[in-house]
T-cell receptor, first 115, second 114 residues
């Protein structure tokens, strides 16, 4: 069965420094993978998605993620954090194939950005 | 584009009453919508899959008679929490499947049952 594990429940960085949010996946086949962001009292927004094309995926707001099959990882990165990046981030895998199927959410990583 | 709205954004009700939450895709049609529940500081848990014109599919452990789902049109799905109790207090989020098989999420409805 597909699953994702987010290794850090909380990450704190200083504004202007790099961001790394870690996610490992488990799947019996090459999965699609997504990163969603949830700002307080707002809906989830898709940051980026991997669908077996290029392994380095660029998303919105300067975020990107690299699919590494050998490490079963899909870590989210950003070169320079901004205060507005403070939010909760979810690594997500569809249960079977595309997003029309059930989404399995990781436990989330709360990103704090210090001035 | 691809905006999903939920109404109400928050609701407080008395124990034993029923509450209806609406999920609308504003600028696209969605054959499939999903309902999730999120407890404080926890992840989203899928409750049910809502398909237009057919019965919803519930996840294991979710009571279908308690959480009634109706997907009567391609732009509207409703979740009714019947005979609500304090343990039903939670953040309920819907999503609608749009183009390129992407799920677009609503802003959520916070339910507090007293």
């Amino acid at each position: 069965a597909q699953s994702v594990t987010q290794l850090d429940s909380h990450v704190s960085v200083s504004e202007g420094t790099p961001v790394l949010l870690r996610c490992n996946y488990s799947s019996s086949y090459s999965p699609s993978l997504f990163w969603y962001v949830q700002h307080p009292n707002k809906g989830l927004q898709l940051l980026l998605k991997y669908t077996s094309a290029a392994t380095l995926v660029k998303g919105i707001n300067g975020f990107e993620a690299e699919f590494k099959k050998s490490e079963t990882s899909f870590h989210l990165t950003k070169p320079s954090a901004h205060m507005s990046d403070a939010a909760e981030y979810f690594c997500v895998v569809p249960l079977r194939g595309g997003a029309t199927n059930k989404l399995i959410f990781g436990t989330g990583t709360l990103l704090a950005v210090q001035p | 584009g691809a905006v999903v709205s939920q109404h109400p954004s928050w609701v407080i009700c008395k124990s034993g009453t029923s509450v209806k939450i609406e999920c609308r895709s504003l600028d696209f049609q969605a054959t499939t919508m999903f309902w999730y529940r999120q407890f404080p500081k926890q992840s989203l848990m899928l409750m049910a899959t809502s398909n237009e014109g057919s019965k919803a599919t519930y996840e294991q452990g979710v009571e279908k008679d308690k959480f009634l789902i109706n997907h009567a049109s391609l732009t509207l799905s409703t979740l009714t929490v019947t005979s609500a109790h304090p343990e039903d207090s939670s953040f309920y989020i819907c999503s609608a499947v749009g183009s390129q098989e992407t799920q677009y999420f609503g802003p959520g409805t916070r339910l507090l049952v007293l």
